[in-house]
Structures are given as C-alpha cells and as structure tokens.
Nanobody, 123 residues
C-alpha cells in the first residue's frame, strides 16, 4: 500500500507560478516512477509530467513542456511540480500517482493515486 497526499494548489493569476507537492508514505517511494496528471471538468485525465526513480529522467506533456518542472526528493518521499507561466487552460485538479509498469504516459500504468489538489488560473 502507498498513500499519496497532494498540496500546494490554489488560485493564481495568469502568468503566475505555483509549486505542488506530493508526499508519499507506505512502500518504498524511491523505487518508483512518479507522475502528475490533471483533469479539467468534462475532460479526460491527462499526463502532465513524470520522473524516474533516480530523478535523472523527466518527461512532460506537450502542453506544459518548458513551463512546468517535475522533481523529487527521495529522502523526503516527496515529488514536486513547479508550474510557471500559468495559463487559464491549466485550470484543473492535479493528481500525483505511482507507476508500477507500462507506458508512463497512460493513467492505466499507475496503481496508486492521491486525492488531488485544485489549481485555478484566472485570466
């Protein structure tokens, strides 16, 4: 079992920044690929960013590449998502998840999810 708890969401103006955190407990956090997804009302949950166990390799969805940065601190069992140059279309609930196997881009590859944190970007 693993528990994931996101924090750091909120209301921000377009062009602003937020940093999301995801604190993990339970199974060995440092062994797993971690991802961030988001879901806006009426839309599918989409891949935002992912990072391998070492933190050496990170991956991004096309819509956030160059603006968002994922990182992790295995000593603190925490993964972060730094979001800069936010746009209204970034408004969504953001979820962190732990991946077991399969293509990191697909939500089906992740077995544990946090409860989500809301990000709202005003224009």
């Amino acid at each position: 079992q693993v528990q994931l708890v996101e924090s750091g969401g909120g209301l921000v103006q377009a062009g602003g920044s937020l940093r999301l955190s995801c604190a993990a407990s339970g199974r060995s956090f440092s062994s797993y690929f971690m991802g961030w997804f988001r879901q806006a009302p009426g839309k599918e949950r989409e891949f935002v960013a992912g990072i391998d166990w070492s933190g050496d390799n990170s991956y991004y969805g096309d819509s956030v590449r160059g603006r968002f940065t994922i990182s992790r601190d295995n000593a603190k069992n925490t993964v972060y998502l730094q979001m800069n140059s936010l746009k209204p279309e970034d408004t969504a609930a953001y979820y962190c998840a732990s991946r077991t196997s399969g293509n990191f881009y697909y939500r089906e590859s992740y077995d544990y999810w946090g409860q989500g944190t809301q990000v709202t970007v005003s224009s």
